[in-house]
């Protein structure tokens, strides 16, 4: 919640004014982010009710990565992460967000904890609230967090040496996998979202036992291009991707992709189980 912000003035030139000092007369006007020392430049406009006064972004206003202003979930999430994935690796989270949470379940249910713990790593949760305290940085322990990280991230950030652009399928790049294709058995997280069961029936005769059809999450359904993706996978994912809350319409699918021989838009990714996908408001992602 920014407490500062530009006001542009009438001549062009902008002064930093803070939310207190913005009065009828101006309330109107145009109001920049300050932050990232200037530089992030979105619209915000000043919020004077209300416990916090403060200047809020603007409808379809996007603040830079990392800009300290911003206060969607997925930024907050990303602030108490490491940036640059130097003590993991793709393949390690991968394997890290495969651990079976059914088991864990079973175990909660065992110790009679409260239903709110979702894993079995309660001391390590304490841990990690006080290293956030001590602001250090920690890696992604699920798909969730690495998705907030990767999402306000810019695509050309390099993340434990690879480019994010690379393995993190977005709104930002899928007009450009859709043209050149995820290369052969690559690791990355592609948004997804349902499609028709026509659909699948036409554009994917045979589906494997066990595998469910999902389309890239940016596509309209009368576009060919759209990508489609094979998920084989447990039938706990299956019940998280179909059961989970209908304003959850993005399916993030950490996955190990293959191209399809005969149809170049059709990926099927090596086997998973629930940690590796993840469902979300399309406003989990709003850059
Ligand atoms: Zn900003």
Request: proline share 4%; charged share 35%; net charge neutral.
């Amino acid at each position: 919640m920014a407490e500062k912000a530009f006001h542009v003035l009438k001549d062009g030139s902008i002064v930093e004014v803070l939310i207190g000092n913005v009065t009828d007369e101006i309330k109107h006007d145009i109001f920049l982010c300050s932050g990232c020392e200037g530089a992030c430049k979105a619209e915000v406009i000043p919020v004077r009710e209300g416990p916090r006064p403060c200047f809020r972004i603007k409808r379809g206003q996007h603040h830079k990565s990392g800009c300290q202003n911003d206060e969607s979930l997925a930024a907050q999430i990303r602030r108490v992460l490491d940036h640059t994935g130097h003590t993991t690796s793709i393949e390690e989270l991968y394997e890290l967000f495969d651990r079976p949470q059914v088991e864990v379940v079973k175990k909660e249910k065992r110790k009679g904890t409260k239903e709110n713990k979702v894993n079995d790593q309660d001391d390590e949760e304490e841990f990690d609230d006080i290293r956030a305290i001590q602001r250090e940085l920690k890696n992604p322990k699920n798909l969730r967090e690495l998705c907030a990280l990767f999402s306000k991230s810019s695509l050309d950030d390099i993340y434990a040496g690879m480019k994010i652009g690379d393995i993190f399928l977005d709104h930002r790049n899928i007009a450009d996998i859709r043209k050149k294709g995820i290369p052969e058995g690559q690791l990355a997280i592609v948004l997804c979202a349902k499609i028709s069961v026509e659909r699948i029936k036409k554009l994917v005769p045979e589906v494997p036992d066990q595998a469910i059809v999902l389309g890239d999450a940016y596509s309209y359904a009368d576009k060919e291009k759209q990508l489609l993706c094979i998920i084989p996978c447990t039938a706990n994912a299956k019940r998280i991707i179909f059961n989970s809350d209908s304003k959850k319409k993005i399916i993030a699918v950490f996955g190990r992709w293959h191209q399809d021989p005969f149809n170049k838009s059709v990926y099927t990714c090596e086997p998973i189980k629930e940690g590796r996908v993840f469902c979300a408001e399309e406003s989990f992602y709003e850059w």
